[in-house]
């Protein structure tokens, strides 16, 4: 078992800036995918970044890319996805996520087992 829980929310003008944190506890984080998803209201939750277990290797969704950066600190046991030039658009409840293997299937939330509780983001114009 791992048990996530996210920080770092809050409400932002558009071209701000906000980090996210995700601490994980119960397992052994640095051998955990970690991946963060968003979900807006009546919408589907969808991808934004996934980093691998040592961290040298990132993704992000297109939307996100050169504006977001996913990061991890296995001594700390603490994920991060640092956002800048926010939008409206990024207005969501972030999720982080991780589970032991994803493969290829980073981007899919039904591949992560582990999920934290949310944290809300709000971007106003």
């Known amino acids: 078992q791992v048990q996530l829980v996210e920080s770092g929310g809050g409400l932002v003008q558009a071209g701000g800036s906000l980090r996210l944190s995700c601490a994980a506890s119960?397992?052994?984080?640095?051998?955990?995918?970690m991946g963060w998803f968003r979900q807006a209201p009546g919408k589907e939750r969808d991808f934004v970044a996934a980093?691998?277990?040592?961290?040298?290797?990132?993704y992000y969704a297109d939307s996100v890319k050169g504006r977001f950066t996913i990061s991890r600190d296995n001594a700390k046991n603490t994920g991060y996805l640092q956002m800048n030039s926010l939008k409206p658009e990024d207005t969501a409840v972030y999720y982080c996520?991780?589970?032991?293997?994803?493969?290829?299937?980073?981007?899919?939330?039904?591949?992560?087992?582990?999920w934290g509780q949310g944290t809300q983001v709000t971007v106003s114009s």
């Open positions: 980093i691998t277990t040592s961290g040298r290797t990132t």
């Open positions: 996520a991780t589970d032991l293997d994803v493969g290829s299937y980073y981007r899919d939330p039904l591949t992560y087992d582990y």
């Open positions: 119960g397992r052994t984080f640095s051998s955990y995918v």
